[in-house]
């Protein structure tokens, strides 16, 4: 998935930019799929800003013995009857969708901060 948009209740879009900062590893290792194998990998973000509500996440895929392009995405946030923290991939090949990746920094953001996802799109 190259965009996804989550719709999140009960935190502001202040309270998850300020969490999304410096480097970070994205949670436990997960298996991806590539030229038909699968590898356990381990995501490493590092965010810089993009203006006041939105971050460029540069993606560094590891996997012992193997080597990944890393990938590029947009993180927005919009405030209005639900805050929707938007997620856009910017380059790379598409090893990681723009859902995963959105769901995998929502859960490094609930273990710091109490909200609900109310709806996921995809495109």
């Not at 973000?45 to 947009?74: A, M, N, Q, Y």
């Not at 953001?109 to 995809?122: A, H, P």
């Amino acid at each position: 998935m190259k965009e996804a948009l989550f719709a999140i209740k009960g935190v502001t879009c202040e309270e998850l930019m300020e969490l999304l900062n410096g480097t970070w590893s994205a949670g436990e290792e997960f298996l991806l799929k590539t030229a038909g194998y699968f590898y356990p990998v381990r995501l490493e973000l590092r965010f810089t800003p993009l203006g006041d509500s939105c971050r460029v996440v540069h993606v560094k895929i590891k996997s012992s013995g193997r080597r990944f392009w890393g990938e590029t995405f947009v993180v927005c946030c919009q405030e209005g009857e639900r805050t929707l923290l938007k997620v856009l991939r910017g380059r790379g090949v598409g090893r990681i969708g723009a859902d995963n990746l959105g769901y995998r920094i929502l859960e490094f953001l609930r273990s710091r901060l109490e909200f609900t996802i109310e709806e996921v799109s995809v495109f």
